[in-house]
């Protein structure tokens, strides 16, 4: 999103093409193959999983994941499956555990349990391969997962402060504000947008084709009059100057041209809403988390939610009724014996206070003269 505005990328429409994209090459992870380790069975795992039509971004999280693994066994000189016992897989869910990031804060306990869960999948498959006769990794226990609510949902007044941080006088501002309403009008996630093309979005019934989302499956949502509008202004006026192929799918583009990489667009929407002085921090997912709770406090079904959001279960979505106070309060207000109760007025803590208050206090026969 927009750093220095339009005219700082627009020197990239001017570059051959055969001197763009590229990026640095991939360097080799350095492991041990050339044989039946951990390396090279990881290699033929991710394949089965490919193969299987698992989706690209859990392949490329669970090679992450098994990264770390295998960089630990290997500085332990620890190469071949045969080699690893429940003890040492013990060991490195406690170096989990202990690890710390850069700024000095331990790994939540999700983190904790798909580093640690993805050996206990790998050394499954390992023993559905027959590469090993027992699965050291059957017994490791994950730790238990925490029970929080989602960060606090946008107010109104909030998030209309952020969309309106966009420099709209600037082209690349224009575009921002169109992702921004995008994400309030859809609750979409930041990958999903990312991966939006132009034939995803039909302008003339306002509605957005999500391909792919979690769990691969495909779903139709609607886009809001006001989003729709931003959208077109950007397509109209903005996407035509920061299209470099013309073959390029993407709805959204950088400023050199290219699709927006889920990272990347995370950290611009951080930005904006860092730049509004709100006293908040978040990135798009918080925009998912107002889109859902703003709905349900306007009163919209909780299974009309699930079905905008993507989730699999009801139990995912219903979350947003813990979130949403406003409904319980009104419910409280409206259910509640104590609150509508004839006799309320005079029960309540102001009226017994004030009768106390006013009640002459009796003088003790032992005090008297």
């Known amino acids: 999103m927009a750093r220095e505005g339009y005219n700082a990328v627009s020197w990239m429409r001017r570059r051959p093409e055969d001197k763009r994209g590229g990026g640095r090459a991939k360097l080799a992870d350095g492991f041990t193959r050339g044989g039946p380790t951990l390396a090279a069975y990881q290699d033929e795992y991710l394949q089965w ?3 299987r039509n698992r989706a690209d971004i859990s392949i490329e999280d669970r090679r992450a994941e098994l990264k770390v693994f295998i960089n630990w ?4 000189d620890l190469i071949y499956p045969n080699q690893i016992t429940r003890s040492i897989l013990e060991s490195y869910q406690r170096w989990i555990f202990h690890h710390r990031k850069k700024n000095g804060k331990p790994l939540g306990v999700s983190t904790q349990s798909k580093y640690v869960g993805a050996i206990k999948y790998y050394f499954a498959w390992l ?4 590469v090993l006769e027992a699965n050291p990794a059957s017994e490791i226990e994950l730790p238990r997962q925490e029970k929080r609510l989602p960060i606090g949902a946008f107010s109104i007044q909030e998030v209309e402060t952020v969309l309106a941080q966009p420099d709209i006088r600037d082209e690349l501002g224009i575009r921002d504000r169109a992702v921004l309403e995008l994400f309030y ?3 979409i996630r930041r990958a999903e947008l990312t991966r939006l093309e132009l034939s995803d979005l039909n302008r003339g019934n306002r509605l957005l084709n999500i391909r792919q989302g979690k769990g691969q499956k495909d779903r139709v949502v609607p886009v809001g009059t006001r989003a729709m509008q931003w959208i077109d202004k950007y397509l109209e006026d903005v996407r035509p100057l920061l299209t470099i192929n013309v073959a390029e799918p993407a709805l959204f583009l950088t400023g050199y041209g290219r699709a927006f990489s889920p990272e990347a667009l995370g950290r611009e929407v951080s930005k904006y809403i860092k730049k509004a002085g709100i006293g908040r921090r978040g990135g798009p997912h918080l925009f ?4 859902a709770t703003h709905m349900l406090e306007g009163g919209a079904d909780i299974r009309y939610i699930q079905q905008l959001l993507g989730h699999a279960n009801l139990e995912t979505t219903a979350i947003y009724t813990e979130v949403s106070i406003i409904q319980l309060q009104a419910v409280h207000a409206r259910c509640h014996p104590a ?3 004839p006799q309320a007025a005079d029960l309540s803590a102001v009226a017994i206070l004030a009768k106390v208050e006013n009640k002459p206090q009796k003088i003790p026969e032992n005090t008297l003269p």
């Open 288 to 291: 998912r988390h107002t889109c």
């Open 127 to 130: 023993c559905k391969q027959r």
């Open 49 to 51: 999983m490919k193969i």
């Open 185 to 187: 009008s859809t609750g």
């Open 339 to 341: 609150e509508h109760d």
């Open 73 to 76: 066994t290997e500085e332990r």
